[in-house]
């Protein structure tokens, strides 16, 4: 099984400010996919294929990586993007997680 | 436009099996596959299994032989049954579909084990 693991777990982050959350995978996966979790609600789908953005998602965020680290770029937080962020690996059986990272604003 | 629904029965017994249906719309079944997705508060996102477009499935090894996924395509419904609950299994459970990525997800369903 592919473990993902996801840093930070939590952070902060000001208006304006550049965030970068990262997802280190235990094998070498072909892409990484993330998705974006506010309390309550289903997780949303945010980025796939590693950097393409799903329908409706500000052209602010990126993603990129290869290999076993991946990771999620905001240029500019704003504070409708404080969630909780996870990414997965669909690249082997069992599909797998991360454990989240949670963005606050501050 | 594209609606996925899960409904279930909020609270089951341990021991017992848990049978959820995501009922969708806007779409074929026949065209999508169909991921099932839990989050507990004990391990987080957990991927379940999934039924792919043309009916065969796959499924987590984690859940051994406790679960089953199958589909009425006429009735555009989804089906998740798990046998051997246990408190563990408490969480939300979700269906979502699946072309490229998980693009549409349903509200969930919470489920509840206890006794």
């Known amino acids: 099984e592919i473990v993902l693991t996801q840093s930070p777990t939590t952070m902060a982050a000001s208006p304006g400010e550049k965030v970068t959350i990262t997802c280190r995978a235990s094998?070498?996966?072909?892409?990484m996919h993330w998705f974006q979790q506010k309390s309550g609600t289903s997780p949303k789908p945010w980025i796939y294929d590693t950097s393409k953005l799903a329908s409706g998602v500000p052209d602010r965020f990126s993603g990129s990586g290869s290999g076993t680290s991946y990771s999620l770029t905001i240029s500019s937080m704003e504070a409708e993007d404080a969630a909780t962020y996870y990414c997965l690996q669909r690249s082997s059986y069992p599909l797998t997680f991360g454990s989240g990272t949670k963005l606050e604003i501050k | 436009q594209v609606q996925l629904k899960e409904t279930g029965p909020g609270l089951v017994q341990p021991t017992q099996t848990l049978s959820i249906t995501c009922t969708v719309s806007?779409?074929?079944?026949?065209?999508?596959?169909m991921q099932w997705v839990r989050q507990t508060p004990g391990k987080g996102l957990e991927w379940m299994g999934f039924i792919r477009s043309g009916g065969s499935t796959e499924y987590n090894s984690e859940f051994k032989s406790r679960l089953s996924i199958s589909r009425d395509t006429s009735k555009n419904q989804v089906f998740l049954k798990m046998n051997s609950l246990k408190t563990e299994d408490t969480g939300v459970y979700y269906c979502?579909?699946?072309?490229?990525?998980?693009?549409?997800w349903g509200q969930g369903v919470m489920v509840t084990v206890s006794s």
């Open positions: 979502a579909r699946d072309w490229d990525h998980f693009d549409y």
């Open positions: 094998s070498s996966v072909s892409y």
């Open positions: 806007g779409f074929s079944l026949t065209s999508y596959y």
